[in-house]
């Protein structure tokens, strides 16, 4: 017979319990986690660009990406807290991706790498 470790051990009492929660045999804390509807996408980015291209200037988030969302394409929770963010302090947000651009350009310190059409959707290139 295998030696089980307490790993092993506390991932099959984790999937027994699972099973059981499934079953109705025991109750457990369930944290469900609305998507951000389009419509919600679609009122942040008008509370603070006119376009999903000023958008992407203001925020580094490709337009067509943006334009997707708004349509009902999925939006992972790090795109939520993203927007999150954008929706109540949307300044702090410009300014952080504009000095990320400033440390990648200037090579001081850390090099932040950003995805090449982020940088020139900032830059308004």
């Given at each position: 017979m295998a030696v089980r470790s307490k790993l092993g051990r506390e991932i099959e009492t984790g999937l027994r319990e699972?099973?059981?929660w499934k079953r109705g045999e025991i109750e457990l804390p369930v944290r469900i986690s609305e998507a951000m509807p389009a419509?919600?996408?679609k009122e942040i980015r008008k509370s603070v660009a006119?376009?999903?291209k000023?958008?992407?200037r203001r925020f580094g988030v490709p337009a067509r990406t943006v334009e997707g969302w708004e349509q009902g394409r999925r939006v992972d929770v790090a795109a939520a807290v993203l927007l999150t963010?954008?929706?109540t302090e949307p300044e702090v947000v410009e300014r952080a991706v504009h000095a990320a651009l400033n440390r990648r350009?200037?090579?001081v310190g850390?090099?932040?790498d950003l995805p090449e059409e982020w940088i020139e959707a900032v830059r308004g290139a």
């Open positions: 699972a099973i059981a419509a919600r996408v006119k376009s999903p000023e958008f992407e963010v954008i929706a350009d200037r090579r850390l090099t932040v």
